[in-house]
T-cell receptor
């Protein structure tokens, strides 16, 4: 059974600092997704990672995937207040049943 | 503009009542999903459907029912058997065989008990 674990679940950090959110998953998968959710809102897609070693960057966010370790990271560089949100990783089942399982999310609070 | 429309935005349920949440998409996507989100929690899969007239249970299907009579529509009924229905419900869709594309989400329906 596919399980997805994120850590930390809550992160409070100062503006200008760097930090990394981790996403571990329990069974082999070839597709991993990162989403952002603002309070009371829906989910916004950030990155799609499909192969071992994939790295994608958008502004101060960079995501990477290690399929052998079953690990993805979301790295925040020189954080700014606007990045405060909850970040979810989601992993696709290899059964090709189109099932997607989400982690519990990391609530990121960036202090000015 | 293409997208997913969920309605209503807010819904209140009385004891013993069934309520239905609507999800419509005009993206021509094959697969559709319902997730439940509790405060401070991640998304848990309730039901999903890959094609019309077929759907599968997710991890927390008990107390819920769905139908998929049309490609663009995937309504979710929260039955009276669901004893703790208060949550934020999100509908999503994707094209079939969609690995390189993320799920598209609706704006959600917030359900509360009266």
């Amino acid at each position: 059974e596919l399980k997805v674990e994120q850590n930390p679940l809550f992160l409070s950090m100062q503006e200008g600092k760097n930090y990394t959110i981790y996403c571990n998953y329990s069974t082999t998968s070839d597709r991993l997704y990162w989403y952002r959710q603002d309070p009371g809102k829906s989910l916004e897609s950030l990155f799609v990672l499909l192969s071992n070693g994939a790295v994608k960057q958008e502004g101060r966010l960079m995501a990477s995937l290690d399929t052998k370790a079953r690990l993805s990271t979301l790295h925040i560089t020189a954080a700014v207040h606007d990045l405060s949100a909850t970040y979810f990783c989601a992993v696709g089942s290899m059964n090709r049943d189109d099932k997607i399982i989400f982690g519990k999310g990391t609530r990121l609070h960036i202090l000015p | 503009d293409g997208g997913i429309t969920q309605s209503p935005k807010y819904l209140f349920r009385k004891e013993g009542q069934n309520v239905t949440l609507s999800c419509e998409q005009n993206l021509n996507h094959d697969a559709m999903y319902w997730y439940r989100q509790d405060p401070g929690q991640g998304l848990r899969l309730i039901y999903y459907s890959q094609i019309v007239n077929d759907f599968q249970k997710g991890d927390i299907a008990e107390g819920y029912s769905v139908s998929r009579e049309k490609k663009e529509s995937f309504p979710l009924t929260v039955t009276s058997a669901q004893k703790n229905p208060t949550a934020f419900y999100l509908c999503a869709s994707t094209p079939l065989g969609w690995g390189n594309q993320p799920q598209h989400f609706g704006d959600g329906t917030r359900l509360s008990i009266l």
